[in-house]
């Protein structure tokens, strides 16, 4: 992902004003936008990574996540599921 230098892209917004003379939109342009998405993509990716940090101090340490299954106990719920029907064919 390639982000661009704040200073060089990000151009001031212009408003749409209502007939009341109040904004009612915020317009932007294109390379601006994309910043902002990238911005906020980023940091879903840092949440991401805060929320899962847990688990993987458990996994380095060698434990087992809270709420997590081992392979073996996987595969059983799956043979279990299959042998019932309820997965498709």
């Known amino acids: 992902m ?3 230098k704040p ?3 990000l151009q001031p917004p212009s408003y749409v004003v209502g007939p009341d003379g109040r904004p009612t939109a915020v317009v932007i342009d ?3 936008w994309k910043i902002i ?8 990716d ?3 990574l805060r929320e899962a940090a847990a688990d ?4 380095a ?3 087992l996540p809270s709420g997590w299954k081992t392979l073996d106990e996987f595969e059983a719920e799956l043979d279990a599921l299959e ?5 498709p064919g």
């Open 30 to 32: 294109l390379p601006t």
């Open 2 to 4: 390639t982000t661009s």
């Open 83 to 87: 042998e019932a029907g309820e997965l």
């Open 61 to 63: 340490s060698g434990a």
């Open 46 to 48: 840092n949440d991401i």
């Open 37 to 44: 998405v990238e911005r906020l993509e980023a940091e879903e």
């Open 56 to 59: 993987l101090a458990a996994l």
């Open 7 to 9: 200073s060089q892209t």
